[in-house]
Each structure stands twice: as C-alpha cells, then as structure tokens.
C-alpha cells in the first residue's frame, strides 16, 4: 500500500510539490483549512505538509491530529521562509520524549 500525502498552502509554495507526484490543495493563508483535512484524514493521507503561514493560521487543526496516528501533519516552510514553527515542534517532541531541551547550548 502506497502512502498517499497532501501538501496545502498558497500556490507559490506548493506547485512545485506537484511535480514530484503529491497531491496539492491551495489555501491562503487566511483559510480555514479545518475541512480539507478532515477529508483528506477521511481519504486515508498519510502525511500532510502545511505551510507554517496555515499552521499559524489554525492551531486547532494541529491539535486536533497531533495524537493521531494518520494523518500526520508536518509544517513545511512557506515562499517566504520559515516562521520557525517547525523546528518548535521539533524542539518541543525531542525534550518530551528525552526529557530536557538538549538543542539548547
């Protein structure tokens, strides 16, 4: 079974994804994008690429997933560059699952 992913943002940032073969859904970044994922969660993607602009955007989306298996929501850089949610969350899951911030010198 092939895992099927879906990448949503403004259409700067998200054509190229086409070209390699994922699934694309526009949204500005003040969307609300709270219905396509539950579609696309409905239509079993497994990985879901936001642009951070949308992540900001709407918070409750994430965390309603988070805990969920599928699908899994990863935040992606904007055409803009990075707001640095991603890397927050990442900070955020390593210090959980070791139990201290160790990124920090």
Do not use: C, W
């Not at 994008?33 to 690429?49: P, W």
């Not at 070791?98 to 920090?104: E, L, M, Q, S, T």
């Amino acid at each position: 079974m092939q895992t099927k992913i879906a990448v949503i943002g403004d259409r700067g940032s998200v054509l190229g994804f086409k070209a390699i073969g994922f699934d694309v859904f526009e949204a500005e970044t003040d969307s609300s994008i709270e219905d396509l994922v539950a579609d696309l969660a409905k239509r079993e993607y497994g990985i879901v690429f936001v642009t951070e602009e949308l992540i900001a955007a709407n918070p409750d989306v994430v965390e309603r997933y988070k805990d969920d298996m599928l699908p899994a929501i990863i935040p992606i850089p904007g055409r803009n560059g990075s707001l640095g949610i991603g890397m927050a969350g990442i900070h955020r899951n390593v210090e959980r699952a070791v139990g201290a911030d160790i990124f920090n010198n």
